[in-house]
């Protein structure tokens, strides 16, 4: 986006095929990833919770009409989202179920509201354990949002009947700036990678404020066929 000269609330996306060799192989996880990866330019009065809970929306609407069209095109399967995306934190949802585990918890709470957006994945929760792990030069886990939580950053998790667990299919937060970049090099105990150049660049302010995330391809095809395995 900075060297192409991206304008304040443009973006770009990308068609994005991998290979993950170290993936440890199961029904939903595969050595080919395939996803949409996607990020856009925001301003700095943008970001948080709010402006994120708005853009998982749009997300999840365009995910929902996807799901009723394949339906009309393939009459035999019938639409399982609910109309809206519940939202809620990571510590909340440790709160909720305190004797679970966090994946427990959200096989649970996506089962409770068929969608839901958990914010807050990377920060250490009042228990002393993040729900999940999140590298400290990607999303903002760190910044306190209205509320006095923290973290700008989430995972959308839809509940899948087929296999009877929550399912993740996308993932994605407001990025790091300048400060929560150095705030969470600091936690996870790795400053070292501020010397390197895209580090360098963006604690320089070479680089503009951005929102963006990864969108499963093969896993929302698994979902929206109601199929078991994602070959």
Request: charged share 25%; aromatic share 10%.
């Amino acid at each position: 986006l900075a060297e192409y000269g991206f304008e304040q609330g443009e973006g770009l996306y990308t068609d994005m095929n991998a290979l993950s060799p170290q993936e440890i192989l199961d029904n939903i996880h595969s050595v080919y990833v395939d996803q949409w990866d996607w990020e856009r330019i925001i301003r700095k009065e943008d970001r948080h919770l709010d402006f994120l809970k708005a853009i998982v929306g749009k997300i999840y609407h365009v995910i929902r009409s996807t799901e009723k069209a394949v339906c009309r095109r393939f009459p035999a399967l019938t639409p399982l989202l609910p109309d809206e995306i519940t939202f809620i934190h990571a510590d909340d949802l440790a709160h909720k179920y305190p004797a679970l585990s966090p994946r427990a918890r959200e096989d649970k709470i996506a089962r409770e509201c068929g969608a839901v957006f958990i914010i807050g994945i990377g920060a250490e929760l009042s228990d002393g354990k993040p729900h999940d792990g999140r590298a400290p030069d990607y999303d903002d886990w760190i910044t306190v949002d209205g509320n006095g939580k923290r973290g700008l950053n989430g995972d959308i998790f839809v509940w899948n009947p087929v296999l009877r667990r929550g399912f993740e299919l996308s993932s994605m937060g407001i990025r790091v700036d300048k400060n929560s970049l150095l705030e969470q090099l600091r936690i996870r105990n790795c400053l070292e990678r501020t010397q390197q150049p895209w580090h360098q660049r963006l604690l320089n302010d070479e680089f503009p404020l951005t929102i963006g995330g990864g969108i499963g391809q093969s896993r929302l095809c698994m979902f929206y066929l109601q199929k078991m395995h994602i070959g």
